[in-house]
């Protein structure tokens, strides 16, 4: 029992959310499916937020995630989270392939495992803002998937796809991002006049001429501390450049 229960499970010293939860060990062993995202974690009957586990590349691979089980009263798994810049987001492309940071912090749950996701059912997407006024905004996508035609999704560039809008007084920064390929300062993949993942210090669907209306990977800035204006870690159409955000969360889920 006790390999199956690190087949299934994973490391003891990271299902303390679940275990918290009154559920047993014997009882978790028995769940003979691993959870494929947070929305299998509510299924099951989980109902707080937190760190859990779950399996998109199957059972041997046990994937930290932070699922968001409160918000509109729907499981939703994060795949990126930012509050205070602790973690830097300027990192390479098989870092932004892979994943990075910690599940109970701030961190990317990784392109490969955002598309394998996408790729097991229809998701939606919910953006989550706060500027440092401790303002809090979203907005909300119907349909989101990365390179969903692609035999090989990293040789597509985990192209982004969203639609479905609805504002919830963030306005809409990434409709203008959709079809573009990923970037990061090592694999620039638009053949831009300047690298921008570079220029705005971190990962993302970066688009030509401009570069950016959502850049939620960008360098983190804190006012408090900024000598000069410089582009970062922003939503145009809620905080205009020279302002920053203090706050981000993607989120996605299962319909």
Same mark, same amino acid.
């Given at each position: 029992?006790?390999?199956?229960?690190?087949?299934?499970?994973?490391?003891?010293?990271?299902?303390?959310?679940?275990?918290?939860?009154?559920?047993?060990?014997?009882?978790?062993?028995?769940?003979?499916?691993?959870?494929?995202?947070?929305?299998?974690?509510?299924?099951?009957?989980?109902?707080?937020?937190?760190?859990?586990?779950?399996?998109?590349?199957?059972?041997?691979?046990?994937?930290?995630?932070?699922?968001?089980?409160?918000? $509109? *009263?729907?499981?939703?798994?994060? &795949?990126?989270?930012? %509050?205070?810049? /602790?973690?830097?987001?300027?990192?390479?492309?098989? =870092?932004?392939?892979?994943?990075?940071?910690?599940?109970?912090?701030?961190?990317?749950?990784?392109?490969?495992?955002?598309?394998?996701?996408?790729?097991?059912?229809?998701?939606?997407?919910?953006?989550e803002l706060e500027?440092? $006024? *401790?303002?809090?905004?979203?907005? &909300?996508?119907?349909? %989101?998937?990365? /390179?969903?035609q692609a035999l090989n999704?990293?040789? =597509?560039?985990?192209?982004?796809?969203?639609?479905?809008?609805?504002?919830?007084?963030?306005?809409?920064?990434?409709?203008?991002?959709?079809?573009?390929?990923?970037?990061?300062?090592?694999?620039?993949?638009?053949?831009?006049?300047?690298?921008?993942?570079?220029?705005?210090?971190?990962?993302?669907?970066?688009? /030509?001429?401009?570069?950016?209306?959502?850049?939620?990977?960008?360098?983190?800035?804190?006012?408090?501390?900024?000598?000069?204006?410089?582009?970062?870690?922003?939503?145009?159409?809620?905080?205009?450049?020279?302002?920053?955000?203090?706050?981000?969360?993607?989120?996605?889920?299962?319909?």
């Open positions: 029992m006790a390999i199956l229960l690190l087949i299934l499970i994973g490391p003891l010293s990271l299902i303390s959310p679940i275990i918290s939860q009154s559920e047993s060990l014997d009882t978790l062993v028995l769940h003979k499916i691993p959870p494929l995202d947070c929305q299998d974690l509510w299924d099951k009957g989980f109902r707080s937020d937190g760190e859990y586990l779950i399996y998109p590349q199957g059972p041997q691979h046990p994937l930290p995630v932070y699922c968001d089980m409160t918000t $509109n *009263g729907m499981p939703w798994t994060v &795949f990126q989270k930012r %509050f205070d810049g /602790s973690t830097d987001f300027n990192q390479n492309w098989q =870092d932004y392939v892979m994943g990075f940071g910690n599940a109970d912090y701030e961190y990317w749950l990784g392109l490969q495992n955002i598309q394998r996701l996408t790729m097991t059912g229809r998701y939606e997407l919910r953006v500027n440092f $006024n *401790g303002q809090k905004v979203y907005a &909300f996508y119907s349909n %989101f998937s990365l /390179s969903p999704a990293e040789h =597509d560039g985990y192209k982004l796809y969203v639609d479905g809008f609805t504002d919830g007084g963030a306005g809409d920064s990434l409709s203008v991002h959709v079809g573009q390929r990923f970037s990061t300062y090592d694999n620039d993949q638009i053949n831009d006049i300047q690298n921008c993942a570079e220029y705005w210090g971190g990962g993302f669907w970066y688009y /030509s001429n401009g570069c950016a209306d959502a850049g939620l990977n960008a360098r983190y800035i804190n006012p408090n501390t900024l000598k000069s204006p410089q582009h970062g870690f922003s939503w145009v159409t809620w905080v205009e450049y020279p302002e920053t955000l203090r706050a981000s969360q993607m989120m996605m889920r299962r319909l």
